[in-house]
């Protein structure tokens, strides 16, 4: 159980949080609803750089004699820079409490979090990949964040997000059939269903180029 300090603190930074949001980068923080020592955020990559137009989910695991001692850092998402679900070694993450300062705020910690995240240095819990792999990773983020309940709950401007950007890619690749909807606005889960999304869209895409080919290729040779 989280000590008064701690609990102290967490719901002033929450609050101060709520009030003056962090927008350079933006980044949302909710906790979880069960357990404040845990708290969520989801970072939105900045413009001219790998991440642009990706959303990293992670979480922040507090010790209970916080902020005298640091959080765990983790990152969910994958993003090309740091390992899915793995603790990070960073200057102001638990794997360094010897470097860790009590006027550290999860505001501190986060923004301190994409410095990092934008620079090349290795750590324990990075990886490297080409540019390249982290646009592609940037692109998929949103997708692969729907597939987590818990994102699901705590960040429901996302989801909705979500869903306009899917309905948008029917409609660029002329679909006007109504969406299947998606299995997790029914059953809290994301199954086959949701290849609709991504599988069946492509497939009716592919489709419509072979047809295409096919009769450009007979008219040639007619």
Known sequence: MASDLCTRRLTKELRALQKDPIKSPI????PNEANILEMHYVIEGSEKTPYAGGFYHG??????????KPPSVIMLTPSGRF???RRLCLS???FHPETWNPIWSVSTILTGLYSFMLETSPTLGSVD???SQK??????SLDSNCRDPTFRKLFPQYVELH??????????LGITDPPVPLSYETDGQISTNEKIDFSGIFATAAGVIALLSAV???????
């Open 163 to 172: 869903k306009q950007r899917l309905l948008e890619r029917q409609k660029a």
């Open 129 to 131: 990949t080409t540019s």
């Open 83 to 85: 390992q899915p679900n």
């Open 92 to 94: 102001m993450s638990d």
């Open 216 to 222: 450009f290729f007979a008219m040639r040779f007619a």
């Open 135 to 140: 646009r592609k990773y940037a692109y998929q």
């Open 59 to 68: 979480k922040l695991v507090f010790p209970k004699n916080y902020p005298l």
């Open 27 to 30: 980044i949302t923080v909710a």
